[in-house]
DNA sequence: GACTGTGAAGCCATTCACAGCT
DNA sequence: AGCTGTGAATGGCTTCACAGTC
């Protein structure tokens, strides 16, 4: 199979249509034009046409895609025909904000597991998962076939964190903070700073209003 | 004054350089190269120096760059000279997480209000800040002089919510979750989508593994 | 007539490579 | 000699515009 090149920023926007194509299927859409997605989402309608043509044509000529086959190809596109397990390390504030986040049970994402190697959360319960010492991490990883890692822990424990994780076959991981991760090859890291989202908005706020922009 | 276009991917990397350069403060590193910055943050040393020529001369040939000055410009480039007051709508898990999060206050960033309209929320105190009803989000930006908003509530409610804070004089927000909101063209909106992120990841586990990249 | 799929063009960001200082 | 600052070259993403299809 040949292995085009594909901008993340495609991949963002893919997964973007695909909620926005369940939406369409859930108010009973059969049918939908590029330019009606782009309107949907804030894009221009031949960046949908070009970001689908990476994967293959599956609109018609005249007519527009039909909903549930986009919806099921974007899926299929962003790996989502199967349920994934996922393990959240750190069971602070974040880690039990995204523990209990909707959004990711209704993409598929099932947290397993929660840990923590701080004795004052180890028990807590957060609504049906338990917060579970470090040291159980193998056995539930290993058990669930984990593949997904959430790290919400403190910069400095990040690393060590993410070497367990990967030792145990973890090969994704979602971080939050400023870490430069050293995984091998192989493993997926992808970060949400949230302080830089913050100073974006600052930026805007000062350095170009100044600049009259 | 000039108005060079400066690309986003520039601010989000002088983020993560500013506090890098903190970090190499704090442990009395005097002078930096742009090549130890670069390998410090995962980038390359010609995108170092192009990253800062966008807004002056800060280096010295031959030597390198004072950590110090060059800290203070970046904190000057993102606004982040004065501190900013912020206000959280939404006390669910995240709202709760990102009213605490210690991040934010290391550089500048104040909750000064977290609002719900849950009757079971409003009075629950978050450290030291206790949630207020929507209804007093005017008095509570208008004091402070609030600029920034972080939206942490349902899709449903976003539309809404970012109206009435717009209305009260916000001209910058965080949203979380795929919304796309409807603002003046002066206002300022950045969006974390925590499931996009996680779908990048799969991405990459299923559809880029089978095509053997 | 309407809308997709796509090569070509345009635009933007990153990397290169070297002149210019210290 | 070492490192910055920067024009030029490269690479990559987005937009354009139209041929192809229904």
Known sequence: MKAPKI??????????????????????VVTISSGEIAEGVGVSPAQVRKDLAYFGEFGTRGVGYNVKDL??????????TRPWTVVVVGAGNLGTALSTYKGFRDRGF??????DNDLTKIGKRIQDLEVYPLEK???????????????????EAAQ????LLVQNGVEALL?????????PEH?????????????????NLSFRASHGL
């Open 187 to 203: 493993v997926v890291v992808r970060n949400v700073d949230l302080s830089v989202k913050l100073e974006i908005l600052t930026f």
């Open 7 to 28: 901008p993340e920023a495609t991949i963002t926007r893919l997964s973007v249509y695909s909620r926005f194509l369940e939406r369409m299927d859930r108010q009973g």
């Open 137 to 155: 991490l193998p056995e539930i990883v290993a058990r669930h076939g984990v593949k997904i890692g959430i790290l919400a822990v403190p910069g």
């Open 71 to 80: 919806m099921r190809y974007t899926l299929k596109i962003l790996g989502l």
């Open 110 to 115: 099932y947290i397993v597991g929660v840990f």
């Open 175 to 183: 971080t939050f903070g400023a870490v430069v991760l050293n995984v």
């Open 160 to 163: 060590e964190v993410a070497d």
